[in-house]
């Protein structure tokens, strides 16, 4: 089945935030000693079948949880975005040179429902973003370089608030709405969350990479949050995003400055949604960094803390933009560490 089976285009556009213009400044040191030419080994999605909401059940505290991968459309970047190993000043001219795109990528949005009131993990991208004049407030270059280096295909029906809707999980039921870190097709579907209380790491909010502020709701004022400190084996800080204490906010730095993950801790696994550390689950195995990265330092340091973790803890591991992100949670498909 073809993706515009299930997916109405609605134009190509593009967005900056993805690439944090500005944030090349580091040698290709930490990854050329890393990476070990992985380019070639990369597996990037080569088919979208038709992915309706996908849910799963979890026992947490010995209550039933019901977990939702919700996919708020797809975004296409080039494929020097994804693996890369040149300079990081030199990674946005490599992008807009590079002539390939990936295959569409979903944009994945998580829903918990807690026995503490409903989680949104991310909210995703929105049908606007295919408008022609969507990018012209974050300035000329920054526009230029989104229409060219990204293609998005979202619908209205793709959007986190109407698939909420359809699931019958209703606005004042959300007790938070958590940001992993604030690039737009992480926060587009903030539009759909106004009054609930967002929550976003206070470094991630005030030192963010590639956020543009004139593409948030004016009335966007998270809380932020500061991290407690050993508190998560391997990643030592922590918040805690329940009373329970089972869910859990962490850093995962490296894609931006602060980039942070949520961990859920259930009786039977823990499950990672892991933002943008990479863009697939094979880039950990393999040790692949992205092409787009603030710190490749700071990215391999995430990497080997998550591997770590998964060697001695249940880890179900789930990007934003895996394909196969939904499907290991409704299986429950464990990250194995080679
Ligand atoms: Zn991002």
């Known amino acids: 089945m073809q993706r515009s089976d299930f ?11 993805i690439v944090p213009i500005g ?12 990476a070990q030419s992985k380019i070639d080994s990369i597996v990037l999605p080569t088919a979208i079948n038709k992915v309706a909401t996908q849910t799963t059940t979890v026992k947490c505290n010995g209550k039933s949880v019901k977990i939702h991968a919700i996919q708020t459309g797809t975004v296409a970047v080039k494929k ?16 807009s040179l590079d002539r390939h795109f990936t295959e569409f990528m979903p944009i994945w949005v998580w ?12 909210t ?7 408008n022609p004049g969507y990018f012209d407030p974050i300035g000329k270059l920054a526009a230029a370089y989104s229409k060219k280096n990204f293609k998005f295909k979202v619908s209205q029906e793709n959007e986190i608030g109407f698939q909420l809707r359809q699931l019958g999980i209703k606005k004042d039921s959300i007790k938070n709405v958590i940001l992993t870190h604030l690039h737009i097709d992480h926060t587009d579907g903030l539009k759909d969350f106004k009054n609930v209380e967002i929550i976003v790491s206070e470094k991630e909010y005030k030192n963010p990479s590639g956020h543009f502020p004139e593409l948030v709701p004016n009335w966007f004022k998270p809380k ?5 400190t050993d508190f998560v084996e391997v990643f030592n800080e922590a918040f805690p995003l ?3 204490e089972d869910l859990l906010l962490i850093p995962t730095q490296g894609h931006t400055k602060h980039h942070t993950s949520v961990l859920f801790k259930t009786d039977e696994c823990d499950i990672l949604f892991a933002g943008d550390v990479c863009y697939n689950q094979e880039q950990l195995i393999t040790n692949d960094l992205p092409g787009i990265n603030v710190s490749y330092k700071e990215t391999k340091n ?6 770590t973790y998964a060697k001695y803890n249940k880890l179900i591991f789930l990007p934003s933009h895996d394909i196969d992100s939904g499907q290991r949670l409704t299986n429950k498909t464990e990250l194995e560490v080679r």
């Open 7 to 17: 997916i109405e285009p609605t134009g190509n556009a593009a967005l900056q935030s």
């Open 242 to 244: 329940t009373k329970a």
């Open 111 to 122: 829903v918990i429902e807690h026995p503490e009131g409903n989680i949104v993990i991310d």
């Open 124 to 130: 995703g991208e929105n049908a606007n973003v295919a």
């Open 23 to 34: 944030h090349f400044t580091q040698t290709d040191q930490d990854y050329n000693s890393f």
């Open 302 to 307: 995430t990497y080997e803390k998550i591997k």
């Open 224 to 228: 932020t949050v500061r991290f407690q």
């Open 80 to 95: 020097s975005h994804i693996t890369n190993r040149t300079a990081h000043f030199l990674t946005p001219i490599k992008i």
